[in-house]
C-alpha cells in the first residue's frame, strides 16, 4: 500500500499541496480528483520523488519509502516524455532497461505490450508518426513495462479513443487483480466513477473527501426519482423534501432530514391522491454531483 501522510509542497508564496494525507490499497483502483490547480500531478510527483517535498512523508508498506521501491513503480507523466525521432520499440527496450529491465526481457515485454495495444505493426516507427492518441498509449507501455510493484498514473486516459479507453481499463483492472496498487488521475469523473473502487477528492492543495465511492454517496442525502402521469409541481409544497428538478410528470427529490420512511409514504400518498404513480424509486446520486458538493 503507498500511503502519504501530511504531504505538503510549496511555490514561493503558494503552498500547491497542503498537508495531503490518503491510502492507494493494494489490489483497489484509487481515483484522484480535483479541478485544474488543485495539486493531483504535485503529489503525484512527490509520491515519485521527482519533486521535493516540503513536510510530510510517502509510506511503502508501513515504512519511509525508497528509491528503490519507487524504481520498481510504473510511472506515467502528466508531460507526456518520448523522443520523436526515436523508433517506438526502441524507445521503450531503453525505458525498459532504465526501470532494471535486461535489454532481451525489455524487447519481449515491449512488443507483447505493443501488441496488446494494437500498435505490434508500428513498432519499427518514429513516436513523432503516431497520433497523439497513439503515443499516449506507448507512454502507457513505457509505464508498465518492468512488471510494477505499483501505478502513479497522471491522466492515463486523456486523449485515448474509445478502444483505447477499453484496452486501458481492463489493463488496470489486471492490475489491482494482481494487487498492485493503483491511483490514477482523471478530469472524466464518468469514467472514474465506473472503474474506480476508491476516490480521493483534491480541492486547493487538500484532500476534501476520500473513501469508498458507495460511502461518499452514503454521506449524502438520499435522492428518489417520482414519475407520475400529471404535472408533478405540487411536490415542492412537501416537507422534507428538497426538489433537484420537476419536469412534467418527473419529479427528483432529495429527502432533508425528518423520518425518511414517513415523507416517502406522504410522498406516495399525495401522488395517488392526485392520479397515478408510475414509480418511485431510490436513485443513486451522480458522482459529478458529490464532487460537487465536496468541492464548493
Ligand atoms: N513548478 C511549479 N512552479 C510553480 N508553481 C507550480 C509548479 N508546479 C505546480 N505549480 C502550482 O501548484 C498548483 C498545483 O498544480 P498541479 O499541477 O499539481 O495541479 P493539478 O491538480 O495537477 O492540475 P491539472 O488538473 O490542471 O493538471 C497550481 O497552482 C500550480 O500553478
Not at 204 to 220: D, K
Request: with cysteine; aromatic share 4%; charged share 30%.
Amino acid at each position: 500500500m503507498i500511503q502519504t501522510r501530511g504531504l505538503t509542497r510549496r511555490f514561493g508564496e503558494v503552498t500547491a499541496v497542503d498537508d495531503v494525507s490518503f491510502d492507494v490499497p493494494r489490489g483497489l483502483l484509487t481515483g484522484f480528483v480535483g479541478g485544474n490547480g488543485a495539486g493531483k500531478t504535485t503529489t503525484m510527483r512527490m509520491v515519485m520523488g521527482l519533486l521535493g517535498i516540503h513536510g510530510g512523508e510517502v509510506l511503502w508498506d508501513g515504512r519511509a519509502i525508497t528509491a528503490a521501491d519507487r524504481r520498481r513503480f510504473g510511472y506515467m507523466p502528466e508531460e507526456r516524455g518520448l523522443y520523436p525521432k526515436q523508433k517506438i520499440v526502441d524507445q521503450l527496450v531503453y525505458l525498459g532497461e532504465l526501470s532494471g529491465l535486461p535489454a532481451g526481457r525489455a524487447r519481449r515485454s515491449a512488443l507483447s505490450h505493443l501488441e496488446r495495444f494494437g500498435l505490434a505493426d508500428r513498432a519499427g516507427d518514429r513516436v513523432e508518426k503516431l497520433s497523439l492518441g497513439n503515443q499516449q498509449r506507448v507512454q502507457i507501455i513505457a509505464a508498465l513495462m518492468n512488471s510494477p510493484t505499483a501505478l502513479i498514473l497522471d491522466e492515463p486516459f486523456s486523449g485515448l479513443d474509445p478502444r483505447a479507453v477499453d484496452s486501458m481499463v481492463d489493463l488496470l483492472r489486471e492490475e489491482t487483480a494482481r494487487d498492485t496498487p493503483v491511483l490514477f488521475s482523471s478530469h472524466q469523473l464518468d469514467l472514474v466513477e465506473q472503474l474506480c473502487d476508491r476516490l480521493v477528492v483534491l480541492a486547493a492543495g487538500r484532500v476534501v473527501a476520500q473513501g469508498a465511492v458507495e460511502e461518499l454517496r452514503a454521506r449524502g442525502p438520499e435522492r428518489l426519482r417520482l414519475v407520475t402521469d400529471r404535472d408533478a409541481g405540487w411536490v415542492r409544497d412537501l416537507r422534507g423534501l428538497h426538489v433537484v428538478d420537476v419536469d412534467g410528470p418527473v419529479a427528483l427529490l432529495e429527502l432533508t432530514g425528518g423520518d425518511g420512511d414517513d415523507v416517502r409514504r406522504t410522498l406516495l400518498q399525495e401522488g395517488l391522491g392526485r392520479g397515478e404513480v408510475r414509480e418511485l424509486a431510490r436513485v443513486t446520486t451522480p458522482l459529478a454531483e458529490i464532487y460537487r458538493e465536496v468541492t464548493a
